[in-house]
């Protein structure tokens, strides 16, 4: 449910340019904001219907870097990245916040695999018992590394809460199955609508840089995947990857490795770190109120940052990393670095640049946003074109906010936000004015054009149906109205042709209708 543009795996191709690039890629830097109740970045990974340029997500300036190593009959693996500076605090009045540091934002997943984070504790009573662990506030954690909450769930060790059964409340299909223990579950199950059973014995458990754990993942076919202490092993038993030194914090090198086709031979992919010294230079005094000043890592621990990732056929991608400003040369452990990515050169020579321009060199204080984001993109054969990204949402007093796209030839993309979500898309040529108008109505709210591109903030923690009206120039508009269940599948699209009302009326001139039943015992 992404809009993407930049390189698309399924299909195979660059959307908006063309470098020279020889394998699949797509990047993330991400900048969002974070509670120290939550371990992850809740803006890390693709989020549910967002709205992306080269890989950037417009809404809140996250870029997601994702690097395919191995796929085979019941087994795809990606490597991930997550490189960015934001703020974490504690709820409430006088506590301050500070800005994150980067650990080792490279990590491998299996792309149709699911987790989830450590849980929130507190204490409590239960059949007259006090001072026992409640465990609250689960996320699941999908193979992009983004969160979904597991919908208020709650497990004890004290048998009034024996084991949690709960539906992500935000559309994703997720279901997580918990039991307690101490102190927290060990092992938990989860289905997504693919009909994919994932047993993660601890939290992460089939992320492999999380330490030893013993977890597995069954899709709707019976195919098998086991994950132990790094090494991954198909339904044959034999070995699909071996990840070794991941999230070791360490200089040393991550290694992801498989068999070859030849007898013996091994394919390798090498992940080589230097330690950088991290800060920031934001001059932000206030994070949504919480007093925050600048930093730089003086005393320890240091960071590593993958810098280079070497291939099986020995080309290699190069990654690196915005300067702190005002800093020149290295520091105590290194470079001197944000964490934020400034350039990505490919493996034929291509590559794309990214500047963060603005107020608070390139932040806004409050939204944690990047003001005016730039993009180049060069095939290293003469051939270069650059966008830029500017972005409205200054503050939080409103979540209506515009990001305006320049193309190289000067033509304009302006989208329009209610939080994450793109209610609006104005084209226009530089020569032609508008070309095309997208307005998108979520959850009918739709009974103006208005109410749908400036909606009164509901924040909706699941969209259940979209109305999308699309003109050219200046005709009337056509209509796609989608209507999806409680797990995110689709259940109707109804089309209305050009002339379309605010809100719809009449009959469509095409309609489909889904439902979905049980298959061999796995419920769709």
């Not at 048998?159 to 409340?169: D, F, I, V």
């Not at 299909?173 to 927290?184: N, Q, R, V």
Request: aromatic share 12%; proline share 6%; glycine share 10%.
């Amino acid at each position: 449910m992404s809009t993407q543009t930049g390189y698309s795996p399924s299909v195979g191709r660059f959307f908006g340019g063309s470098p020279n690039i020889a394998r699949p890629v797509v990047l993330l830097v991400t900048l969002c904001i974070a509670s120290l109740s939550i371990a992850q970045d809740p803006a890390e990974g693709i989020q549910l219907f967002s709205t992306a340029r080269f890989g950037i997500d417009l809404a809140t300036s996250n870029i997601y870097f994702k690097l395919p190593i191995r796929t085979k009959l019941g087994f795809s693996y990606s490597m991930a990245m997550s490189s960015h500076p934001y703020a974490t605090y504690q709820n409430g009045n006088g506590n301050p916040a500070f800005w994150q540091a980067v650990d080792h934002p490279l990590r491998g997943r299996l792309d149709s695999a699911a987790s989830y984070t450590l849980p929130a504790y507190h204490s409590g009573t239960c059949a007259n018992k006090a001072d026992k662990y409640w465990e609250v506030n689960f996320f699941v954690v999908d193979g992009t590394g983004a969160l979904h909450s597991a919908n208020g769930g709650i497990v004890d060790e004290l048998g009034c809460n024996p084991q949690m059964t709960t539906t992500a409340s935000d559309g994703s299909g997720y279901t997580l199955i918990l039991s307690s223990a101490i102190p927290m579950p060990e092992q938990a199950t989860i289905y997504d609508r693919h009909g994919n059973k994932i047993i993660a014995k601890g939290p992460f458990g089939l992320d492999p840089g999380w330490g030893p754990s013993s977890s597995s993942i069954t899709d709707s076919d019976g195919n098998l995947i086991t994950a132990v202490n790094g090494t991954y092993t198909d339904s044959f038993g034999v070995n699909a990857l071996t990840v070794s030194n991941v999230l070791n914090y360490s200089a040393g090198n991550d290694s992801y490795s498989y068999p070859g086709f030849t007898p013996g031979s091994t394919q390798q992919y090498q992940v080589l770190q230097k330690s950088y010294t991290e800060g920031t230079a934001f001059g932000c005094t206030a994070v949504h109120g919480h007093q925050i000043s600048d930093w730089i890592e003086t005393t320890g621990p240091t960071y590593y940052l993958p810098y280079q990732i070497n291939l099986p056929d020995g080309s290699s991608y190069q990654i690196q990393y915005e300067q702190i400003p005002g800093y020149s040369g290295n520091g105590p452990f290194g470079p001197y670095t944000t964490g934020r990515v400034s350039k990505i050169i490919y493996s034929g020579g291509g590559s794309i640049t990214y500047s963060y321009g603005g107020s608070n060199n390139g932040i806004y204080c409050d939204t944690l946003v990047v003001p005016t984001l730039t993009v180049t993109v060069s095939d290293n054969n003469g051939n270069a074109g650059t966008w830029t990204y500017v972005n409205s949402h200054t503050g939080l007093s409103s979540p209506n906010f515009t990001v305006t796209e320049t193309t190289p030839t000067g033509d304009t993309i302006t989208h329009y936000f209610d939080g994450e979500y793109e209610t609006e898309r104005l084209v226009k040529d530089v020569n032609l004015g508008v070309l095309s108008t997208t307005v998108t109505c979520y959850n009918k709210n739709y009974s103006s054009q208005s109410s749908c591109v400036s909606p009164a903030w509901y924040n909706p923690t699941q969209i259940t149906q979209t109305d999308v009206y699309t003109s050219f120039g200046t005709s009337a508009p056509s209509l796609v109205e989608t209507q999806f269940d409680s797990y995110g599948n689709t259940t109707a699209v109804k089309k209305f042709s050009f002339g379309a009302t605010y809100p719809p009326s009449g009959t469509p001139a095409s309609e489909t209708d889904t439902t979905y039943a049980g298959v061999s015992g796995i419920t769709c």
